[in-house]
């Protein structure tokens, strides 16, 4: 096989991840996504920014969950587990669910009634895990899977799991390549908080620096020899206003938006989000359902960018805050979009207008286009 063939995040970071020789690694060469500069939005609004777009729905399963997914299931398999549980709002168990596939091992996930976007369950149903639908939030799923791995032989795959975030800590490492050094800011949507606690944890690493975040290597960090970067972004945290227990500052008891993938009341790495947030003197802030489903529609129209909603808030929070002036002038942005826009095909259509119906006649669509030309 040609050595330039991309073969996932693990075989390229090896030296930077708990993997050895030994190790079977489970991959469906995820990771290597594209960066891609907003050229419309900025001009359009007269931003004075260089932004940048990760778009993580570019991953196999179409989410940066497969980044924390192939690690955590090349572990499982490692220590000799037959089966993997997760809680998700999608695309944990989308994730879940593939990886399991692809190391011939079983895959149960729990998810909230009702609240999870068309595309994801697809997914996991077509991968063959055992769908279990509770009737409850994932916050209830949260509780039930820990309670449920202690006591069975199950490894469970949610970002708890530390390894989750070493996989999830390739972002940092892949946005310095491509722009040669790390940006100035880093925006994110934040549910579970395990993503901007990886980003911190990949960052950190990358400058050379401790982080507070990291709980696998206790402070030692993987690869102190090999600095890429010569400082570390500022990261700054998006949430659904329904769903927002940073802006809070408390736990949500019932959380609700649109986003579906973020309607977490009760994150796991609470702790870890918070010491990303202080380290780096980033900052939380919350857009509305409006705000998010807007964003989503402006960046698939003007740049041709299709994400999901929960992504989405990256563009409405920059929206919101540019406006405001809360980021230094001339700065380099990247925001990742960390999920799909085909995940929820519901929330895309209801939002669109309606396709023209017309007898299949040329001059009735010839009108039409005149119409709209
Ligand atoms: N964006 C998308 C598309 C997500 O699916 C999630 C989380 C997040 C953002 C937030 O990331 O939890 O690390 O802060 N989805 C999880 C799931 C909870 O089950 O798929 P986070």
């Known amino acids: 096989m040609n050595n330039h063939h991309y073969t996932g995040l693990i075989n390229k970071y090896r030296n930077r991840l708990p993997v050895d020789d030994k190790t079977r690694i489970i991959s469906l060469n995820e990771g290597n996504t594209p960066l891609i500069q907003l050229k419309n939005l900025p001009n359009k609004l007269g931003w004075e920014h260089e932004i940048f777009c990760k778009f993580e729905g570019l991953n196999p399963t179409g989410s940066f969950k497969d980044r924390g997914m192939t690690m955590a299931v090349t572990k499982a ?6 089966a993997i549980i997760c809680a998700s709002t999608g695309n944990t168990s989308a994730a879940a669910a593939a990886y399991a596939a692809r190391a011939g091992i079983k895959s149960f996930v729990l998810i909230p009634e009702g609240k999870i976007a068309l595309g994801k369950l697809s997914q996991a149903m077509m991968h063959g895990a055992t769908v279990i639908q509770i009737k409850g939030n994932f916050d209830d799923g949260m509780r039930l899977v820990q309670e449920l791995s202690s006591t069975m032989p199950l490894n469970l795959v949610n970002s708890i799991n530390p390894y989750r975030l070493q996989g999830q800590k390739t972002i940092a490492f892949e946005v310095i390549e491509a722009l040669g050094d790390a940006p100035d800011y880093h925006v994110m949507p934040v549910g579970n908080a395990g993503n901007i606690s990886a980003h911190w944890i990949g960052y950190s690493e990358s400058a050379g620096q401790q982080c507070g975040s990291c709980n696998l290597c206790a402070g030692q960090c993987a690869f102190k020899d090999d600095v890429i970067s010569t400082k570390r972004p500022t990261l700054v945290g998006y949430q659904a206003s329904g769903a927002a227990p940073f802006l809070r500052n408390e736990m949500v008891d019932s959380p ?16 870890l989000a918070w010491a990303a947030q202080k380290e780096s003197t980033g900052w939380f802030e919350e857009c509305t359902d409006e705000e998010i489903l807007q964003a989503q529609k402006l960046l698939a129209e003007s740049e041709g960018i299709f994400c999901e909603p929960a992504s989405a808030i990256t563009i409405a929070g920059l929206l919101k805050d540019v406006e405001r002036g809360r980021y230094q002038k001339n700065s380099t942005i990247v925001c990742t979009l960390t999920g799909h826009g085909l995940k929820d095909p519901d929330t895309a259509i209801a939002q669109s207008e309606a396709p023209i119906v017309v007898e299949a006649k040329r001059d009735e669509i010839g009108a039409i286009i005149s119409h709209h030309l």
């Open 77 to 82: 398999v490692e220590s000799g587990a037959q």
């Open 256 to 271: 609700e938006t649109i986003a579906t993938a973020i309607r977490i009341g009760h994150p796991v790495s609470w702790d």
